[in-house]
């Protein structure tokens, strides 16, 4: 617990509990029923509190304690109970206990303990409703970070419901409250790997370009994370060899020697056929001896370089001085 997180009621709470019992009562009767209610919802969550927090919160509230000294105090439902049915008349007393039971599980409190992105991962596959729902619980702060925590094509159909949402009954959130509380208890389960940004990359490639570009061109409008995601691994730089031949040689004057002996090192035996027979005799054997004085290197570096290819011969290929064909054709390429 730290003082910097506490809520108003939950200030509150403290100074309820750190008040000696004859006083219990006359600070409640300066409250509302509804600020009761929070400030002993409060009490009723609350364990052993740091001494640090307590003394920190009474020192907000010095006036109205005098010169009472911070004891070590706990919380707890019965605590909240006893406090009630000590300080408050019978009529009143009753009325708040009816609703402090709906109130010691509330939504904000069961997910206090969790990081927004977190919270966002878990309520994502969630429907938009309930989403709003859980949302509207938190404080704004809080919700705010969940919402930026979502997946961007989400967040507008959440505000919108959000933004639109009537009362609802107690009821209802007493059984958001179990939901919530049970999502997030729960314990992943194995997960099987499908689709993802390669499974749509590969698609695309062996749909005819133009649909393909369509497509991904309506991705993008809709999330532009993900189009480039899919963009990043329709070609790859297995994938060049696959270029025409007059525009190979295009392509390779486009790369500089030391890059492609570098990506020569990852690449398939036919792709290094391929580049050389593209080369004259001296430049593949210039090549083949970079290659050679580079020893071991980090396939992470290797494909750093591939990717840079890659993204000249996308260049190339948007300038139209060269041709891929990758998919999409009724001819068998040999």
């Known amino acids: 617990m730290e003082y910097e997180a506490l809520a108003g009621a939950e200030k509150a709470a403290i100074v309820i509990l750190s008040l000696p019992s004859d ?11 509804d600020e009761v209610e929070k400030a002993l919802a409060a009490v009723s969550r609350m364990d052993e509190i740091p001494s640090r927090v307590q003394q920190l919160v009474l020192q907000e509230f010095q006036d109205t304690l005098g010169r009472a000294e911070a004891e070590a105090v706990r919380g707890g439902r019965k605590k909240a109970v006893s406090i009630v049915e000590g300080a408050l008349d019978q009529g009143r007393a009753a009325r708040i206990l009816e609703h402090l039971g709906r109130d010691e ?6 997910l206090r303990s969790y990081q927004p992105a977190f919270i966002a991962d878990r309520l994502e596959s969630e429907h938009p409703q309930t989403i709003a729902l859980v949302l509207s619980q938190m404080p704004s702060e809080r919700g705010a970070a969940v919402i930026e925590a979502l997946p ?13 949402l009537e009362p609802v009954s107690n009821e209802v959130i007493s059984e958001l409250e179990l939901g919530v509380s049970e999502l997030f208890e729960r314990k992943p389960t194995p997960t099987t790997r499908v689709g993802g940004a390669k499974a749509a990359a ?21 999330d532009s994370e993900t189009a480039l995601s899919i963009r990043k691994r329709m070609l790859t730089f297995e994938d060049l060899i696959f270029i025409d031949r007059r525009g190979f040689q295009v392509f390779l004057r486009e790369v500089a020697t030391e890059d492609l ?14 580049v050389f027979s593209n080369l004259s005799s001296r430049a593949a054997e210039q090549i083949k001896e970079e290659m050679d004085l580079l020893g071991p290197m980090k396939l992470s570096d290797v494909e750093e370089v591939q990717e840079r290819i890659v993204e000249t011969a996308r260049t190339l290929e948007s300038d139209g001085q060269i041709t891929i064909e990758l998919g999409g054709s009724d001819e068998i390429l040999v």
């Open 152 to 164: 961007e094509p989400l967040r507008p159909d959440i505000v919108l419901r959000l933004a639109s």
């Open 105 to 110: 599980k509330r939504i904000d409190w069961t």
């Open 23 to 33: 006083q219990v009562r006359d600070f409640l009767s300066q409250l509302e029923d």
């Open 202 to 222: 590969s698609m695309l490639n062996r749909v005819p370009k133009e649909q393909g570009a369509e497509i991904l061109g309506a991705v993008d409008e809709r």
């Open 261 to 274: 002996a570098v990506a020569l090192k990852a690449a398939s035996e036919e792709m290094k056929e391929q």
